[in-house]
């Protein structure tokens, strides 16, 4: 069957170390994937897309990689921050004939300890 | 604030009742995107539509429906309502339906069902 995991316990770090979250995914060929990051009560906000052509992308002090060998995604925020604490959500776009619906993982929850 | 609005904030109602949910796009925007939260749970798709038409169901209930109307605002509504109805509705927003398209999400609406 196809599903999108990610970790499912959280994330404690120390802060100014590097968070690296990590989202999986089988039977996908997705086009692109997408990271998102949502606090408590609120939307998700988007963060950084990359495209399946891409191996890495980065913005600022994120860092996103793609490798469609290992089916996998690796989300580094780098020089964390107290700021940083939230649950970070990945999504995939599935690719041809899914009228372009983002599946989305359940998140990982990252608390950035003082 | 991501430009994507949704009213009403909280709701509050009894089991078997109706409510609509509302939700106005960022400007430009023609695609909306319904989705639900419940507690501990990812977010779980449930329709999108673009300019109007439909363009792809998830895990929408059939007591449950939407419609996007010619300037583009869209309405969810939920009948004969079930305690497990009780969730965060968000709504999101991008600019059309093809690739790539990041998705800006509301505030949501947080729906309590006694």
């Known amino acids: 069957s196809q599903k999108i995991e990610q970790n499912s316990e959280a994330l404690n770090i120390q802060e100014g170390k590097t968070a690296t979250l990590t989202c999986n995914y089988t039977?996908?060929?997705?086009?692109?994937l997408q990271w998102y990051r949502q606090d408590p009560g609120r939307g998700p906000v988007f963060l950084l897309l990359?495209?399946?052509n891409e191996k890495e992308k980065r913005k600022e002090r994120l860092k996103v990689t793609f490798d469609t060998t290992l089916k996998q995604s690796l989300f580094h925020i780098t020089a964390s921050q107290p700021a940083d604490s939230a649950t970070y959500l990945c999504a995939l776009d599935p690719g041809a004939g899914n009228n372009r619906k983002l599946i989305w993982g359940l998140g990982t929850s990252l608390a950035v300890n003082p | 604030d991501s430009g994507v609005t949704q009213t009403p904030k909280h709701l509050i109602t009894a089991t078997g009742q109706r409510v609509t949910l509302r939700c106005s796009p960022r400007s430009g925007d023609l695609s909306v995107y319904w989705y639900q939260q419940s507690l501990d749970q990812g977010l779980q798709f449930l329709i999108h539509?673009?300019?109007?038409?439909?363009?792809a169901k998830g895990n929408i209930l059939e007591r449950f429906s939407a419609q996007q109307f010619p300037d583009l605002h869209s309405e969810l509504n939920l009948s004969s309502l079930e305690l497990g109805d009780s969730a965060l509705y968000f709504c999101a927003s991008s600019v059309e339906s093809g690739r790539y398209n990041e998705q800006f999400f509301g505030p949501g609406t947080r729906l309590t069902v006694l």
């Open positions: 039977n996908y060929s997705p086009a692109y």
């Open positions: 990359i495209r399946e």
């Open positions: 539509y673009y300019n109007g038409e439909e363009r």
